[in-house]
């Protein structure tokens, strides 16, 4: 994912990419729209440009901590991210997944470069390329997840949150 493509409007495209071949990307993965004229910030994403929405993640105003949810298509709230108001130096993030999983967030969303987990499990892992000539980010995310999309929307949420 590059950077600095969440901004103001701006629709975009995760692509599968190489290390091997230093960050050449592949073919689209997912496609993801940002609707900003509405009362709260709204990501969609899907799974062909003009295909159903897979997932919805929406900032929640009004709230003492910072809080995005995260919906299915029907509406039906699969999981939370939260800012915890712990540390002064970097913050802290926790995502409540259906079902009572808590997944944690360890590193610096800021730099790109951060891992989240469910228990002892690496779900998504996101670094940055130093040798790349374009400013871009990986995200690594576990063969064995059952759901990449959620990862994904989870990975936009928390770069969002970070931006504010």
């Known amino acids: ?16 990419a190489s290390h091997r071949r230093g960050g050449r990307t592949g073919e689209t993965k997912f496609y993801v729209d940002n ?14 440009k003009h295909g159903e ?13 910072d809080t995005m949810k995260i919906e299915d298509r029907s ?10 108001m712990v540390g002064v130096v970097r913050d802290n993030y926790v995502i409540k997944v259906c079902c009572d999983r808590d997944w944690q967030v360890y590193g610096s969303i800021l730099d790109h470069n951060y891992t989240v987990k469910e228990g002892s499990k690496t779900i998504v892992k996101v670094h940055k390329n130093r040798l ?3 400013d871009a980010y990986f995200i690594d995310i576990d063969e064995d997840c059952d759901d990449k999309a959620l990862a994904m929307m989870i990975v936009i949420g928390l770069d969002d949150m970070a931006d504010e």
Do not use: C, P, W
């Open 1 to 16: 994912m590059r950077e600095k493509l969440l901004t103001l409007g701006k629709d975009f495209e995760i692509k599968e």
């Open 35 to 48: 609707k900003v004229l509405r009362l709260r910030e709204t990501f969609n994403i899907r799974n062909s």
């Open 53 to 65: 929405v897979l997932y919805q993640v929406q900032e929640r105003k009004m709230r003492v901590r």
């Open 75 to 84: 509406g039906k709230e699969i999981a939370k991210i939260k800012k915890r």
């Open 132 to 134: 790349t000539i374009k």
